[in-house]
Structures are given as structure tokens and as C-alpha cells.
């Protein structure tokens, strides 16, 4: 979609222009209206783009959140640690 809205600023410019000679005494303003349209899909596949990162930022997050690290508390302290430790960080008790 991103590539798609790229394509139709670039053959929008190129339209305007030629069309832009083809009418000779109003050369500019085709030109000018190319250029803004253009900017306008230049806008959108930019923005596309970075709701697209956006989506996979969150997608990481949501697979991050379903695999929680598993926690126990210690013993002697009641300090709360990953699991995967052998001894608590706060006391040192096994």
C-alpha cells in the first residue's frame, strides 16, 4: 500500500507536468496542483509506514506479555525474584 501511494505521487507529477506543457499559458498552476497532490500521498505512505511499525512495536509487546517470567519469593526474606535464580538477590538465602 505504501509503494502503491509512492507510485501515485511520482505519475501524478508526471501527468501535471506534461500537462502543464500541453496547456502552454497556464504551466504553472497544473504543476503546482501535481506537486501538492503528490506531497499529499508522500504524507499518507509516510504515515502508513510508521503506523506499521507501530503495529509490529505492539504485536512484540502483546507476544512479550503472554510469556510472563515466572516469579517465587524467598524463603527467609519474602523478596520476590525470577525463578530461574538459585539463591535471593536481597539476602542470598538457597
Not at 502552454?24 to 504515515?47: C, D, E, H, N, W
Amino acid at each position: 500500500m505504501v509503494r502503491g501511494l509512492i507510485f501515485c505521487g511520482v505519475i501524478l507529477i508526471i501527468i501535471r507536468v506534461i500537462l502543464g506543457f500541453l496547456f502552454g499559458g497556464f504551466f504553472f498552476i497544473p504543476i503546482i496542483l501535481g506537486v501538492i497532490f503528490s506531497m499529499i500521498f508522500f504524507s499518507l505512505s509516510t504515515i502508513m509506514n510508521r503506523q506499521e511499525d507501530i503495529l509490529v512495536k505492539l504485536y512484540e509487546l502483546e507476544q512479550n506479555q503472554k510469556d510472563p517470567i515466572s516469579k517465587k519469593t524467598c524463603a527467609n526474606c519474602g523478596y520476590l525474584h525470577t525463578s530461574d535464580l538459585k539463591s535471593c538477590p536481597n539476602c542470598g538465602h538457597r
